[in-house]
């Protein structure tokens, strides 16, 4: 059992969308610094939607939501997903 | 009618005695763009706290429409000009920097160009080869700038680049650039099929100046917000302005023709009919696009939402393709009298213009962005939501 958290790491690091080794990123970190793309933030979502079987509604489909491991995590709990373990 | 408006049908008559000739040398409409300048239409989105006007996109709209019925040049400059101009407007940050320079966009009527266009990146305007290198409060900046619209005649030029040398492509800002400050080696001309008097040459840029230039919002939220909305609203506008004007020929020929046979409707009615019909499904796209941001505007959120994205993305893609046909229909009512470049009916220079807008930023290039964003979205709003 892994965290949301760790999970959502775990998924930026498996795959292109970033320029910097997620694992040198702080959770607050800014991801769009980091690499991450309009586009990409896309297939992300489609990526996490798939990992937590969660449907993002589109109040949370903006730039900001995945902006840092964080907000990801945030918005993730805010549709249902556990915090603490899956 | 406000003076606005009044000022802007004034300069529009500057533009229409001379669009011929701008359009022939494909020289910058200095007249046209001097009458814009005296009538302080330049400054006219400048805030009231920084001494201007203060409109509102509504009126810049409407006057890229009135100018795109009488030089579609002049229309492309002023839009281009207003697209850099709501950038400074609605994101300077409170930097000081960047709003004395909007105060001194209203006092002087300063023109601003645009370096977003960069060799080895094309259209894609949301990556950057080129980088901000600072030190010790100052920044300096090198960019081959493919396309730099009145790049010569310009007092600013907004630049986008990496934020630093080791920043990813994507993770850009816009430095203000001074004319000034600049050096300018010419890349290539411009001798184009249409919107020649936008003279879009293209340029070695070097600048360099204070770091307090640097634009303190990241270029992805001034693009996504403020940027390409406004460039596709008032982009679509001048569009809409072309085929304003041709659809206006039409109905001239149709009724000079009518007059000559009095009693019988002349065959080219039912086109002129047909045209009439696609004009107003543009307009109305534009509108209800304009009336969305508006509604927008002030929530970020709403600003970055995808719907949002999508539905500007859409208005450019079919106000482009739109103002193509919607041309070569006037053409079809004119027949020969169109297509002559010496008669009171020519279009010639309507249908070069009009091709442009689906290359200007590439129709295929935005698609792919929208196809994206579709697959994403799913809530579809009310019908009057
Ligand atoms: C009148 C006018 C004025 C302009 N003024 C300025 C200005 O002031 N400042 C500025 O910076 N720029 C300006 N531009 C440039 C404009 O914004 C675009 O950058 C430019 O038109 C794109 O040039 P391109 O067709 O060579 O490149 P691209 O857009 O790169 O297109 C090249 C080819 O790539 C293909 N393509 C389609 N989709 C994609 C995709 N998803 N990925 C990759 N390739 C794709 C296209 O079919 C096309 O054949 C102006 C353009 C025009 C027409």
Not at chain 1, 37 to 52: D, G, N, R, Y
Not at chain 2, 202 to 222: R, S, T
Not at chain 2, 329 to 348: I, K, P, T
Request: charged content about 20%; hydrophobic content about 45%.
């Amino acid at each position: 059992m892994s965290s949301v958290r760790e999970r959502v790491r775990a998924l930026l690091k498996t795959t292109g969308w970033l320029q910097t080794d997620i694992d040198t990123l702080a959770d607050d970190a800014d991801l769009y610094t980091a690499g991450l793309t309009s586009h990409a933030t896309v297939t992300l979502m489609l990526s996490l939607e798939e990992a937590f079987d969660v449907e993002f509604p589109d109040s949370l489909l903006r730039r900001r939501t995945f902006s840092s491991v964080d907000t990801i995590v945030e918005a993730l709990t805010s549709i249902g997903v556990d915090k603490a373990a899956v | 009618m406000t003076d606005w408006i009044a000022a802007a049908r004034a300069a529009g008559d500057v533009a229409a005695r001379h669009a011929d000739e701008v359009d022939r040398q494909a020289r910058f409409p200095a007249e046209a763009m001097a009458a814009l300048r005296d009538a302080k239409l330049l400054g006219l989105l400048v805030p009231k706290d920084e001494g201007g006007p203060g409109a509102g996109i509504a009126d810049i709209v409407s006057i890229c429409h009135l100018l795109g019925q009488r030089c579609a040049a002049t229309a492309m400059i002023y839009a281009m000009h207003q697209i850099q101009a709501s950038c400074l407007v609605r994101h300077h940050g409170g930097a000081a920097w960047q709003r004395a320079f909007l105060k001194r966009l209203a006092s002087e009527q300063l023109l601003l160009a645009s370096a977003t266009s960069e060799a080895g990146v094309g259209g894609d305007v949301r990556s950057s080869v080129c980088a901000v290198e600072e030190k010790d409060g100052r920044f300096a900046l090198a960019k081959q700038a493919t396309v730099i619209s009145y790049g010569a005649d310009a007092d600013g030029i907004l630049v986008t680049a990496r934020r630093t040398p080791q920043s990813p492509a994507s993770d850009q800002v816009i430095v203000v650039v001074s004319q000034k400050d600049a050096r300018f080696e010419a890349l290539q001309g411009w001798d184009t099929l249409g919107m020649r008097g936008t003279c879009s040459n293209g340029f070695h840029l070097k600048a360099e100046g204070e770091v307090g230039q640097i634009m303190p919002v990241p270029y992805a939220d001034i693009s996504a917000q403020t940027m390409l909305p406004t460039s596709h609203l008032v982009w679509s506008a001048l569009w809409l302005g072309i085929a304003t004007d041709a659809v206006a020929r039409a109905r001239a020929f149709v009724r000079a023709e009518a007059r000559k046979k009095q009693g019988a409707t002349p065959p080219g009615a039912l086109r002129l009919a047909e045209a009439t019909g696609q004009l107003q499904l543009m307009k109305a796209g534009l509108v209800s696009a304009l009336r969305q941001y508006e509604a927008a505007l002030g929530s970020e959120d709403a600003l970055s939402a995808l719907p949002f994205a999508i539905a500007m993305n859409t208005l450019k893609i079919t106000s482009s393709q739109m103002v193509v046909q919607i041309v070569g229909q006037a053409l079809q009512v004119c027949g020969l009298a169109g297509y002559r470049n010496d008669s009171a009916f020519s279009l010639g220079r309507h249908l070069r213009d009009a091709h442009s807008a689906a290359l200007m930023v590439n129709n295929d290039r935005i698609l792919a962005n929208t196809a994206q964003l579709v697959t994403a979205v799913r809530d579809d709003s009310g019908l009057l939501a």
